[in-house]
């Protein structure tokens, strides 16, 4: 027992020792998604001010495939050293987890949660020649033509499919649904008119809508968000769609704690900086108040989304992949 009790001694000595020292070289942050999203924006440009605190350099890396699951695995298999952590979000672990089977990590257990940072509302948004004008017309006419409609999403499990999903059993309809490799040519086709609707990001889907080249419908939040001037679904007489996209950062799990607050100190600072903060808020991204950038609320939070979107897909009565 004595042996026992002097190596675990040992053992912290050590990972505290090394924890001191960390970081002393280059970190890398994995995006998930392709590069140019709503998602990857935010990232690098928090992860251009986290690096500045901690006086290295964070390189940002885009690892896109199976909405987010590629990336999101190659991390949680990393070393736990603090040298690579990633930015995931309400697809990568949550509804990964209530829409595969066999999902490519447990999101709950295969990471240690560092805190979460930005929340991304979701716009509905529409083809420009949909003959509607208000979320009350737009339900009308999906009701009346649901059997030939068409949404897209960035692919099956992504930001931009579980929150149309909730939208439609909300409406009361199941129109087609069309995964794309990516929020982009999901957005392309909705501009082009080959789809009918998308829930995008707000920051995507907002532009798009003050250019004309789609009409925007309804923001799917709580409350109205200033890059555009559009009423809520719950302000148009639908309640129970808000559909904001948390974001969120992860190291593998068995990283020291001392890095893990080292690292939640860069995030939570970064965010309270005056200049990053009007950058993301530009963005159409929320930050996280303070009491919940923690590593346990965060712990805490993920089990409670994964059950949250697991009975919007049973409810739907989406198949597992």
């Known amino acids: 027992m004595r ?14 020792a090394f924890a001191q020292e960390w970081p002393s070289r280059p970190i890398t942050l ?10 990857d924006a935010s990232a690098r440009l928090q992860a251009l001010h986290m690096g500045e605190l901690l006086k290295q350099t964070i390189v940002v890396e885009n690892v896109g495939a199976v909405a987010g699951q590629v990336g999101s695995a190659r991390v949680a298999k990393a070393e736990p050293d603090g040298y690579t952590f990633l930015i995931g979000n309400s697809g990568t672990h949550a509804y990964s987890q209530a829409l595969y089977k066999k999902p490519m990590y447990n999101s709950a257990t295969d990471f240690q949660p560092v805190g979460l940072a930005t929340e991304s509302p ?3 948004i529409a083809r420009k020649d949909l003959p509607v004008n208000n979320l009350k017309e737009f339900i009308a006419y999906v009701k009346a033509n649901q059997a030939k409609m068409q949404f897209s999403s960035a692919g099956v499990g992504s930001g931009t499919h579980l929150p149309c999903v909730l939208l439609n059993l909300a409406m009361g309809v199941n129109p087609t649904h069309v995964p794309y490799r990516g929020e982009g040519p999901a957005l392309q086709d909705v501009i082009a008119g080959r789809i009918d609707y998308m ?5 995507s889907g907002a532009a ?15 409350r109205r968000v200033p890059i555009i001037d559009l009423a809520t679904a719950e302000e148009q007489g639908l309640p129970g769609v808000a559909a904001t996209v948390w974001n969120a950062f992860f190291l593998p799990r068995g990283t020291p704690q001392p890095i893990v ?27 996280i108040p303070p009491p919940k950038r923690t590593p346990e609320y965060l712990a805490k939070f993920i089990p409670e989304e994964i059950d949250r979107w697991t009975k919007v897909v049973k409810s739907a009565g989406i198949e597992q992949q």
Do not use: H, W, Y
């Open 3 to 16: 042996k026992i009790i002097i190596a675990a001694t040992f053992a912290t000595m050590a990972s505290a």
């Open 30 to 39: 994995i995006v998930p998604f392709a590069a140019g999203g709503g998602i």
């Open 122 to 124: 979701r716009i509905l």
């Open 199 to 203: 829930c995008a990001t707000i920051q």
């Open 208 to 222: 798009q809508a003050r250019q004309g080249t789609v009409k925007g419908i309804a923001v799917m939040a709580e």
């Open 261 to 287: 607050a080292k690292l939640n100190k860069a995030m939570s600072d970064t965010l309270d900086n005056p200049a990053v903060r009007k950058k993301l808020e530009e963005l159409g991204l929320e930050i």
